[in-house]
């Protein structure tokens, strides 16, 4: 569906993505994660067209999508950008009915029926129908971006595109907004997510892309690719990747950075983490 070909992108001059190759597939999840600065976010600038391309190709479904529209665009592609501060309290079933202003023959007065159909059934799938008649800007930072992520499904489009959707919430808003995409893709829609953090991709991504430098540097399975060595290689940092065994019997992988006070060698620093998840009913590996 999506194609990357040989794309360089970045500001001015300046290369930031140098000559990445990949593709996602219809209902594929894929994650691209990296340390900061690794050309995460002006890969998906660049896929989406907000950045020109110094040289390479974007295909959506085989063709080229430097010669469409914004308006064609916007009907491919559906944005989820960090973080998003509203100009205006609107109430949530404005916000998702905004989605469907790509499918609009003109202005908002043209607003038919099926886009009110559309973006209910948007919000009923993302279960905050609850919450229609709220002024988005009441809503927790959770609440919010699931907010966005019903518009973005409004825009009916071929694939989501997410730049560290959870990166200003908190810790159960993020699992909040993390477990709704994954039934979203569970359900079939196609996603590129990047993110910064391991675990999330753990729990999301059919597919995992590594980057480092601008490149992609790995890319497969999440049990392959987020792995101890690959992970302190990115983080620069120790870490310890584990399968840890929960309490009703599921085996969870997880990413731990090795934080201490001293330096120690990285083989101190697994042990550690071994003995810490056997306590826990864990398997380090």
């Known amino acids: ?20 190759d990949f593709e996602v597939k219809p209902g594929e999840f ?27 190709a974007v295909r959506m479904n085989g063709n080229d999508t430097s010669r469409l529209s914004n308006k064609q665009r916007a009907r491919l592609f559906a944005y989820i950008p960090q973080l998003h501060i509203p100009p205006f309290p609107f109430k949530v079933a404005d916000v998702v009915l905004l989605g469907r202003t790509p499918h ?15 973006a209910y059934e948007a919000m009923k799938q993302l279960s905050i129908l609850h919450l229609a008649e709220r002024e988005y800007t009441e809503l927790s930072g959770g609440q919010q971006q699931l907010v966005l992520i019903a518009r973005a499904l409004a825009q009916e489009p071929d694939l989501l595109v997410m730049d560290e959707p959870t990166a200003s919430l908190d ?10 995409l994954h ?3 569970r359900a079939g829609m196609a996603v590129l997510m990047v993110t910064h953090d391991p675990d999330h991709a753990l729990f999301c991504a059919d597919r995992v892309i590594v980057m480092d430098g601008g490149r992609i540097i790995l890319e497969g399975s999440p049990s392959d690719t987020i792995t101890s060595e690959i992970m302190q290689r990115i983080y620069s940092t120790n870490v310890c990747v584990a399968n840890v065994q929960l309490d009703d019997g599921q085996t969870r992988r997880t990413c731990i950075p090795l934080m201490t006070t001293r330096e120690a060698p990285a083989t101190e620093y697994a042990q550690t983490a071994s003995a810490v998840l056997l306590g826990m009913k864990g398997n380090p590996s």
């Open 104 to 118: 609009l023959t003109s202005t908002v007065a043209d607003v038919t029926k099926r886009d009110k159909v559309v």
């Open 171 to 180: 810790f159960g808003n993020q699992q909040l907004v993390l477990t709704r």
């Open 1 to 20: 569906m999506l194609q990357i070909e040989n794309m360089v992108t970045g500001y001015g001059k300046k290369q930031v993505v140098n000559g990445i």
């Open 30 to 56: 894929v994650c691209i994660i990296g340390a900061n600065g690794c050309g995460k976010t002006t890969a998906l600038k660049g896929i989406l067209g907000f950045l020109p391309l110094t040289s390479g």
């Open 183 to 185: 039934v979203l893709s």
